[in-house]
């Protein structure tokens, strides 16, 4: 970030007609913003939205509620503007597009072979990489893929240690029989990948929407667009990036809490603190694109609001 | 509310294309606010968010961090569009209105006399509930006025008991001595007046802003419109209602955790979940405000995302 914008922002928060720190962590959203966009007086004007779509080898375990061709539906939803995030991306006036990934040409079952070939996880890392639009001002990357939450969930314990039963969840609802299976797959999973490498937990244990991600939140960082990190399968996808190169995170921050279990493990795991906790666990991007709206009123506030020497306000 | 509505509202939410319950709170938010609205699909179009100001008797008694004069020149602020709030109105869409309650007169030291008069907390009332347009969609009000945490907490400490420290904090900012001076004037107020009756003890304690709020959040349950409560000072003042007649609350939401030490216990009290937890305690209605931009996507969710059957996607 910007040291010269960062230090700005500060001075200028100071000046703002409220009393010190009454706009609690609006205020250092808003600094922070400020850093990585190299003004101390920065707009959100041109948010975007992107959701990476993909299928997985490890469905044919049992491990969705869903059958994979919900995949290619919900896409479908996505173009045509009927999801949740669609409504959200509106609703904050942000961009939104869709890039699928060889919908017809799932990963491997990670149970049995590496998810993807050296080849393939670079060129998912790209996909999402190309897609950022480097005139946007925040990026919210979010993602579609019946069976993700067990990719993410056996990356998060690549990266992390713990046992597979510590980072699976129910995902999309699946009951306890499920549940059991999808523990039981991440820790066969965990068992046949040599996984000490960050890439190689991606490549081995992921799915290209999550590569994809990661490339996108990479290509943010370059472009300096701060990005907001969504639920349990952007944040695994994320937690890549810093256990590549530690910091590498530092233009994010933690769109919400999902209420998927591991989540909170994963953030506290990141230090990140998310902005809003409201039980969403849906991905597709929403939380993200919800806290999109704090993220503008922080900065709003703090490039809108006059000074107490503007407004003639006694400063106490 | 409409019963009709929110049977008609939970039906669709079950139709949406997501898992069930995936969108957590915000399902609960949409239903609740299509209830109040009489449609099982409603939008919000029309938010007003109205800051009441007035001024307090009790400030001669050194509780605020900031001399009264400062609640003039804040008003003038919100008219030039310069505060908080006004940023976040414009960024959720709201419209913004501001009304002075005889600023040039404030209310009795409550430590010596009543508040208010019979008269003057009736006048205050009407104001409020005048303020509000029948025809917006949400409410929120907001307040200004130096000294009015202390008269909150009095409030607060008539309505649900409780020693005074149990309810005083720092407000905009007072140091340990006058943390200590403001419990010391809220005991000294309960001891003064008999406020076993909830708008007897509004008169006695409270402030003309405070009873303009209650009056507006009344009138908004009068009109149909779910209101956004904000912090400390508005829910103290939101409280008055529901101890005068239980359920009179249930068209509110609590938009926010102040990070005024005493909203906790009173939201508890008042068995409120805050939408927000982000250590804000400016005032003003900047949670609530801050909180419509939750409220909106919520609603734009429910009513703008396809169902299963449009989108043709497989129902689990």
């Known amino acids: 970030p910007d040291m010269g914008a960062i230090a700005g922002a500060r001075d200028r928060n ?29 707009e959100i004007a041109n948010p975007q939205v992107i959701v990476f779509a993909a299928n997985h080898g490890v469905c044919a375990q049992g491990v ?23 409504q959200l991306a509106n609703t904050f006036g942000a961009r939104m597009d869709v890039h699928t990934l060889d919908l017809d040409l799932p990963t491997q079952d990670f149970t049995k072979a590496p998810a993807m070939s050296d080849a393939e996880v670079v060129l998912a890392l790209a996909t999402g990489w190309n897609a950022v639009d480097p005139a946007s001002d ?10 993700n939450t067990t990719s993410a969930a056996a990356i998060a314990a690549a990266l992390f240690g713990g046992a597979a039963e510590d980072w699976v969840g129910r995902g999309t609802g699946v009951d306890d029989e499920g549940l059991a299976r999808k523990t039981d797959v991440v820790a066969r999973g965990l068992a046949l990948h040599d996984t000490s490498d960050p890439l190689d937990a991606l ?15 990479a290509a943010a960082r370059h472009h300096r667009i701060p990005a907001i990190l969504d639920g349990f399968i952007c944040t695994a996808a994320a937690a890549v990036l810093e256990k590549t190169a530690e910091g590498a995170l530092d233009h994010t921050v933690a769109g919400h809490l999902s209420d ?11 230090e990140l603190e998310p902005l809003l906790a409201l039980r969403l666990r849906l991905g597709e991007g929403s939380g993200a694109a919800l806290a999109l709206g704090v993220l503008k009123g922080a900065v709003a506030c703090h490039s809108g609001m006059a000074t107490f020497a503007e407004a003639g306000v006694t400063d106490s």
């Open 14 to 42: 100071a000046q703002l007609t409220k009393p010190p720190a009454a706009l609690g962590r609006l205020e250092e959203l808003a600094i922070w913003y400020a850093g990585w966009r190299g003004t101390d007086r920065p």
């Open 64 to 86: 969705s509620a869903f059958p994979p061709e919900v995949t290619a539906q919900m896409v479908e939803n996505f173009q045509h503007g009927g999801a949740a995030v669609n």
């Open 138 to 147: 925040v990026l919210v990357a979010g993602e579609m893929g019946i069976g």
């Open 203 to 217: 490549r081995c244990l992921g799915g290209r929407e999550l590569a994809a991600m990661a490339g996108a939140i």
């Open 260 to 270: 998927e279990l591991a989540h909170k493990r994963l953030l506290d795991a990141l």
